[in-house]
């Protein structure tokens, strides 16, 4: 194993898988769906690592982890100031896949684990790259561990904004530090709010609308505003014997072997009265009926989603499929393609058997708006958390000092 010094410059710290061989990575701090990557700092938390290989090769693959500034650059900490134990660690828990039509391996490691031991809240970027290449990663994952030294009173609700009232939600909070040495409320707290923890639509840089006994006050009209967006869609191929209700048609390939399935044909819904139904907020299980072990014997699939469209849209206007399956990510593989025979959008990825949550996304302009082909609800469930961070610069790193946890349904 190398330990090759690491330009911090060109470190991604963004969600993000970089090889497109690499699928199915999932992080769970939990069994329960949805799981979010956040664990309590010394406690018995750890994170579980898993995702596949499909390249076909034996590659050694090594975990590195970075401390982050609450904005997500680099900290100028020391690895063994953050991290006890080593800088640098392979995976050595790995297997293939047993009698699949498509050939992996399935890798998992856990963090924390007895050689990596983080010493201090933050963020932190997981990266793992093989061992020979350290600097081409095959995913950067972000994670945040906390501490909780302060509390929240907080309320979600309908937004403020009267034109927002019925598609938006709003979600003020007071920070309350009684035992906590706060010196520069105004300067040194910094807060992020995540939705079904999506950084792409987070808020943060929020300045308080007062402070006093030890409370700071973000109680906004605006600035704490969320688009409620819809409930995600799901479909499962868990069963590949027949079709599903979420399915159009399921064939196996006469050649390969590999399931081809084409789920049901989706509409716009933005203009739909809002219809409730559970949803694991994006998130997706892997799950075959057919097997003992899902990690090894589940198959991977080709899965081909279908939006109808009369006409297509405008060339500055794309729209993406995204959810915890390909981490949000909004890249080529993500973006549909318009087939003018049959008047429709289509995407056709490789998704192992299971369980998932997607939603239709619009791109414009480098604009991303969820609601345009799903529409928006205030009562639509969604999952929040708050983090505050101290930046006091004393501190000589960003200290998260509490998280705060609701969902619409029971805050």
Not at 303 to 322: C, D, G, R, Y
Request: proline share 5%; hydrophobic share 30%.
């Amino acid at each position: 194993m190398s330990f090759l010094p690491t330009d911090n410059e060109s470190i991604d710290t963004r969600n993000r898988i970089h090889k497109e061989y690499i699928k199915t990575l999932q992080v769970r701090n939990a069994e329960a769906y949805p799981s979010y990557p956040t664990i309590p700092l010394n406690s018995n938390d750890f994170l579980s690592y898993s995702f596949d290989d499909l390249s076909n090769l034996d590659e050694d693959y090594v975990i590195k982890v970075f401390h982050c500034t609450y904005d997500w650059k680099i900290s100028d900490l020391q690895s063994n100031e953050y991290l006890r134990g080593f800088p640098e660690l392979p995976i050595t828990e790995f297997e293939p896949s047993f009698n699949s039509a498509i050939p992996y391996v399935n890798y998992q490691f856990d963090f924390p684990n007895d050689m990596m031991i983080p010493l201090m809240s933050g963020n932190y970027i997981i990266q793992v790259a093989p061992d020979d290449d350290l600097d081409n990663p095959i995913f950067t994952s972000r994670i945040i561990i906390y501490e909780q030294l302060i509390r929240y009173r907080a309320q979600l609700k309908e937004s403020s904004i009267i034109s927002n009232r019925n598609s938006h939600q709003e979600l003020d909070f007071d920070v309350v530090y009684n035992g906590y040495e706060v010196f520069r409320p105004y300067d040194d707290i910094e807060n992020v709010v995540l939705q079904n923890f999506n950084w792409d639509n987070s808020i943060s840089d929020l300045e308080p609308v007062f402070v006093k006994n030890n409370e700071i006050s973000y109680d906004y009209g605006e600035e704490n505003n969320f688009s409620g967006n819809n409930e995600y869609r799901f479909f499962s191929t868990a069963n590949i014997s027949g079709t599903s209700p979420s399915m159009h048609s399921l064939k196996i390939n006469a050649k390969t072997l590999v399931p081809e399935i084409e789920l049901k044909r989706d509409e716009f819904r933005p203009y739909k009265l809002y219809t409730t139904f559970p949803d694991i907020n994006g998130d997706f299980k892997v799950n075959s009926l057919l097997g003992f072990n899902d990690d090894l014997e589940a198959e991977y699939c080709q899965v081909t989603f279908v939006l109808n469209k009369e006409t297509p849209m405008s060339n500055a206007q794309k729209i993406h499929i995204l959810g915890g399956f390909n981490f949000n990510q909004l890249t080529s593989e993500s973006q549909m393609q318009y087939n003018y025979t049959l008047k429709r959008y289509e995407l056709t990825t490789l998704l192992k058997q299971g369980y998932y949550n997607y939603t239709y996304a619009l791109v414009e302009d480098g604009e991303l708006d969820l609601s345009f082909v799903e529409g928006s609800h205030f009562q639509t469930e969604n999952d929040f958390h708050i983090f505050t961070y101290d930046t006091n610069p004393n501190l000589g790193y960003d200290r998260v000092i509490g998280m705060y946890k609701t969902d619409t349904f029971n805050n």
